[in-house]
Antibody
Framework: EVQLLESGGGLVQPGGSLRLSCAAS????????TSWVRQAPRKGLEWVSS?????????YYADSVKGRFTISRDNSKNTSYLQMNSLSVEDTAVYYC?????????WGQGTLVTVSS | EIVLTQSPGTLSLSPGERATLSCRAS???????LAWYQQKPGQAPRLLIY???SRATGIPDRFSGSGSETDFTLTISRLEPEDFAVYYC?????????FGQGTNLEIK
């Protein structure tokens, strides 16, 4: 069964950092892109970042996170990461990991990031 | 940025009825690169349609997508109780990738 499992969310102060992980199973991870999509409380969806499969040579960032967030992957661990720096209250959301670069055909259950003092 | 406007905001129907959800883009969506997702409370989105009209793996054939350029439609031919949820469209033809604000399909 294809599965994605996010971890690393939590409470962080404004200006702080957090690293999210997305552990994949049930498919050949290295062949596929992964992405992060977030959903603020009671709001819609925002596509945050994507990384291509294999070497991860192609990345995408939403303007709202460019320069603050970094996406990466470790194919030996079947895991992708989202390093989030300089967090602000506007970054508070559930962060979903999804399989795919342009649209997500499999999604994880999400991890909640709360930025608050 | 392509703005996607979904209508109606809320759709109240009964099981067995036909649902028609609209997604209108502020400019043409390249190559009909449009997807539809279903999201139930407390759950992650689930891919229904990609490429405007291709059903994702395991999606029942009562779900169908159509449209091109700026006007897209998701049709659910006969509503089942489990279909009541929020539906989002998303375009991925032009950066940044954007979502519509969602249509809440509720039981009448």
């Amino acid at each position: 069964e294809v599965q994605l499992l996010e971890s690393g969310g939590g409470l962080v102060q404004p200006g702080g950092s957090l690293r999210l992980s997305c552990a994949a199973s049930g498919f050949t991870f290295s062949r596929f892109a992964t992405s992060w999509v977030r959903q603020a409380p009671r709001k819609g969806l925002e596509w945050v970042s994507s990384i291509s499969g294999a070497g991860g040579g192609s990345t995408y960032y939403a303007d709202s996170v460019k320069g603050r967030f970094t996406i990466s992957r470790d194919n030996s661990k079947n895991t992708s990461y989202l390093q989030m720096n300089s967090l602000s209250v506007e970054d508070t959301a559930v962060y979903y990991c999804a399989k795919g670069y342009n649209y997500g055909d499999v999604w994880g259950q999400g991890t909640l990031v709360t930025v608050s003092s | 940025e392509i703005v996607l406007t979904q209508s109606p905001g809320t759709l109240s129907l009964s099981p067995g009825e036909r649902a028609t959800l609209s997604c209108r883009a502020s400019q043409s969506v390249a190559s009909s690169y449009l997807a539809w997702y279903q999201q139930k409370p407390g759950q992650a989105p689930r891919l229904l349609i990609y490429g405007a009209s291709s059903r994702a793996t395991g999606i029942p054939d009562r779900f169908s997508g159509s449209g091109s350029e700026t006007d897209f439609t998701l049709t659910i031919s006969r509503l089942e109780p489990e279909d009541f949820a929020v539906y989002y469209c998303q375009q991925y033809g032009t950066s940044p990738k954007t979502f519509g604000q969602g249509t809440n399909l509720e039981i009448k």
